[in-house]
T-cell receptor
Framework: DAGVIQSPRHEVTEMGQEVTLRCKPI?????LFWYRQTMMRGLELLIY????????DSGMPEDRFSAKMPNASFSTLKIQPSEPRDSAVYFC?????????FGSGTQLSVL | KQEVTQIPAALSVPEGENLVLNCSFT??????LQWFRQDPGKGLTSLLL?????REQTSGRLNASLDKSSGRSTLYIAASQPGDSATYLC????????????FGEGTQLTVNP
């Protein structure tokens, strides 16, 4: 298996633009997580899905953020409109037997 | 609210040295604890997972211990190598919320040849 696949690897956008991050979890994993990592706040859980259903979205910073998982092999995290303070590395992870497997992340820069 | 602290924040050692990384957590009601490794520009790789009922787990040169009652875990790395250089993070999983992990800030390890 290729592991958790995220795209794009890097995204540079201007304030106010819509940003969509994509994730393909490992096949057979039934939980999917979106994390954000910054120097100031470390790793923060934004939202997680179990069997494609959002279970806990309390980490989503505000209404500008939304996440979907239309099927077991695909998830998106959307930021609309984006702001400079959203600049961070966004990780997707999927889990099996309580172990998390992370993607390589999307480095987002909002100018 | 669960808080996870890792000490030291950074560590530099010569190759071959045995070393210990520390992790402490404020709420002992955990389901499990995981140690991860993160290389620069990469995602996290799970190294060891310890269930709350276990005392330790071993994988190769790595040994992780857990003292749930005192809220502490250690990651022991034997005979360190330059390839071990990375940031090591511990994360605790709360009992009542499935797979919601709380991460520490990490220890940045440098092993010098």
């Amino acid at each position: 298996d290729a592991g958790v696949i995220q795209s794009p690897r890097h995204e540079v956008t201007e304030m106010g633009q819509e940003v969509t991050l994509r994730c393909k979890p490992i096949s057979g994993h039934n939980s999917l997580f979106w994390y954000r990592q910054t120097m100031m706040r470390g790793l923060e859980l934004l939202i997680y899905f179990n069997n494609n259903v959002p279970i806990d979205d309390s980490g989503m910073p505000e209404d500008r953020f939304s996440a979907k998982m239309p099927n077991a092999s695909f998830s998106t995290l959307k930021i609309q409109p984006s702001e400079p303070r959203d600049s961070a590395v966004y990780f997707c992870a999927s889990s099996y037997a309580e172990k998390l497997f992370f993607g390589s992340g999307t480095q987002l820069s909002v100018l | 609210k669960q808080e996870v602290t890792q000490i030291p924040a950074a560590l530099s050692v010569p190759e071959g040295e045995n070393l210990v990384l520390n992790c402490s957590f404020t709420d002992s009601a955990i389901y499990n604890l995981q140690w991860f490794r993160q290389d620069p520009g990469k995602g996290l790789t799970s190294l060891l997972l310890i269930q709350s009922s276990q005392r330790e787990q071993t994988s190769g040169r790595l040994n992780a211990s857990l003292d749930k009652s005192s809220g502490r875990s250690t990651l022991y790395i034997a005979a360190s190598q330059p390839g071990d250089s990375a940031t090591y993070l511990c994360a605790v999983n709360r009992e009542t919320s499935g797979s919601r992990l709380t991460f520490g800030e990490g220890t940045q390890l440098t092993v010098n040849p």
